[in-house]
C-alpha cells in the first residue's frame, strides 16, 4: 500500500491525558498536513511541513498541540493535557510540492477525550 | 481565511435522479478539489480542477470550475446507492492549504 497511513486509528483517553499521533505520508510527498475534522464540519487546517520544516501554523493550533516531522518523513501530533473539546477525527495528507496542489489524505484517527 | 459555502448541506433521492452540488466563494482558489468520504474514513480525492472553466468527467460525474476559479459544482448523473456519501469541496489557497466546505452528505434511496 502506497498511500498517507496514520497511526492509530482509533484513542480514547481520559482528560488531562496527552496522545500522540503518527503520520507516514506518501514516499517522495515533501509537503505534509495536519487537518482536524469534528462531526458535520469539513476539516480544518492545523498545520503543514515542508520536508522538516513546519511553515504554518493555524490558530487553531494551541499551546497544548506539538507537530514533528524531524527527517522530512513521518510525522507526529502530540495534544498535550487533553480536553474533552479536542474530541474530533485527526487527518493527515501528504502532497509533492513541485505537481498540482493535489492532496492525499490517509485513514484519520479519530480521538475520543472523555 | 478564505471561506467556501457549500450547497445543499444535505441531500436525499431516489436512485436514477440527477443532482447538483454547489461550492461558492467569493475568493480565487488557485485550484479546488473535490472529496468524497466515508464515515469514519479519510477524505478520497475525486477530482482536481485548475484552469478557470474547466469541466472534467469522471463516469457519471461531471465537476466544474468556474471562469474566475471562486466557485464550481459536481453533478451526478442517474445516482446510484453507491454513491451516497459526504462530498466534500476544498479550495487551494496559494501553495498551501486546502480550505474546506461544510459538506454535502448525500443520500440515494434504492
Known amino acids: 500500500d502506497t498511500g498517507v497511513s496514520q497511526d492509530p486509528r482509533h484513542k480514547i483517553t481520559k482528560r488531562g491525558q496527552n496522545v500522540t499521533f503518527r503520520c507516514d505520508p506518501i514516499?517522495?510527498?515533501?509537503?505534509l498536513y495536519w487537518y482536524r475534522q469534528t462531526l458535520g464540519q469539513g476539516p480544518e487546517f492545523l498545520t503543514y511541513?515542508?520536508?522538516?520544516?513546519?511553515?504554518?501554523k493555524s490558530r487553531l493550533l494551541s499551546d497544548r498541540f506539538s507537530a514533528e516531522r524531524p527527517k522530512g518523513s513521518f510525522s507526529t501530533l502530540e495534544i498535550q493535557r487533553t480536553e474533552q473539546g479536542d474530541s474530533a477525527m485527526y487527518l493527515c495528507a501528504s502532497r509533492r510540492s513541485t505537481t498540482a496542489e493535489t492532496q492525499y489524505f490517509g485513514p484519520g484517527t479519530r480521538l475520543t477525550v472523555l | 481565511t478564505q471561506l467556501l459555502e457549500q450547497s445543499p448541506q444535505f441531500l436525499s433521492i431516489q436512485e436514477g435522479e440527477n443532482l447538483t452540488v454547489y461550492c461558492n466563494s467569493s475568493s480565487v482558489f488557485s485550484s479546488l478539489q473535490w472529496y468524497r468520504q466515508e464515515p469514519g474514513e479519510g477524505p478520497v480525492l475525486l477530482v482536481t480542477?485548475?484552469?478557470?472553466?474547466e469541466v472534467k468527467k469522471l463516469k457519471r460525474l461531471t465537476f466544474q470550475f468556474g471562469d474566475a476559479r471562486k466557485d464550481s459544482s459536481l453533478h451526478i448523473t442517474a445516482a446510484q446507492p453507491g454513491d451516497t456519501g459526504l462530498y466534500l469541496c476544498?479550495?487551494?489557497?496559494?501553495?498551501?492549504?486546502?480550505?474546506f466546505g461544510a459538506g454535502t452528505i448525500l443520500r440515494v434511496k434504492s
Open positions: 476544498a479550495g487551494a489557497e496559494y501553495g498551501n492549504k486546502l480550505v
Open positions: 480542477v485548475v484552469t478557470g472553466g
Open positions: 511541513f515542508q520536508n522538516e520544516a513546519q511553515l504554518e
Open positions: 514516499s517522495e510527498h515533501n509537503r
